[in-house]
């Protein structure tokens, strides 16, 4: 007993120095190195806070299994829909399993009021308390030893989708891609915002935020086409995309030349409906479930977060 504790000392004590300690004054920034260092939270999921406006607001963590890393963690942001929940969206879309097989961090924040409605056009502009609660959380998870501050990206769902895309617009410098699925968005917030990099996924069968435009349980869409087509030209990509069917129902669209390295990707399921696509839980009163494609890994690849 007495060796293993020498030897957990020494592994302990070389992951300090590795991310710089406690006592530093800064702690030191993920760098995407090889070097050994401790997990900033604990393996599974678990609940934080912060203080926003003097109340307090939560966000979730799920964290690799492995305590003892070898180079530096990812981040992925997670926002769920209208009235669900951060623990909801981590089942339903798988990812928390990823974030262990793949070794990222999974940061699902909480909206707040009854309602569970995230201000997503104020997000776009980076104003309200819903900006400052997201900034808040990325600030927070963004200091912690380990993270790479050089792999941190955001997703949602629904209306969780509309906060990842309205972020795209506000173009914070920590994040370095987007996904959304079942809500897109784009307004003259956007406009001064640099190239982003953009993977997104919509049902033409969905009956909650209509392929073709119209409303919606927290605000008018526009058509999904429409909407590809601002991104598209606000990331100066050629404006016709290469298009390849993928099975029967799931047909791909992929921008070329866009400005800056910026990449936009859209697959659009024939008869989707609100539903992420290869769901770990089908509803199926939310319209169909496809599984020729795979949600959760194609936007892990897009992010570039792959297996070990």
Known sequence: MRAVGAVLAVVVALGLVACGGSDDAERPRGTGSATTCLSPYDAGVSEHSVTVDGKRRTYLVAAPD???????????????????????VIDYTGLAALADER??????????????????????????????FIDDVAREVGSQDCVDDDRQFAVGLSNGSGVSIALACQGPSYLKAYAGVA?????????????????????TGDEVVPFEG??????????????LADWADHDGCAADPT???????????????????AR????????????WPDAAVPYPT???????????????????ITKG
């Open 66 to 88: 492995e305590r003892v890393l070898k180079g530096t963690l990812p981040v992925v942001y997670l926002f769920h829909g209208l009235g669900s929940t951060a623990a909801d």
């Open 103 to 132: 070794k990222f961090l999974l940061v699902a924040p909480a909206a707040k009021g009854k309602d569970r409605e995230w201000d997503v056009t104020g997000i776009a502009k980076g104003k309200g308390q819903d900006a400052t």
């Open 243 to 261: 298009l390849k069917q993928i099975g029967k129902d799931v047909e791909r669209s992929t921008w070329r030349d866009c400005d800056d390295q």
């Open 183 to 203: 809500t897109t968005f784009y307004s003259s917030a956007c406009d001064g915002s640099p190239p982003a990099s953009i993977i997104y996924f919509h049902g």
């Open 264 to 275: 936009l990707e859209a697959y659009v399921v024939d008869g989707g409906g609100h539903t």
């Open 214 to 227: 119209g409303k919606t349980p927290a605000f008018d869409v526009r058509a999904v086409p429409d909407v």
């Open 286 to 304: 939310l319209g169909k479930t496809t599984r020729t494609i795979d949600a959760a890994t194609l936007i892990l690849g897009f992010f570039g």
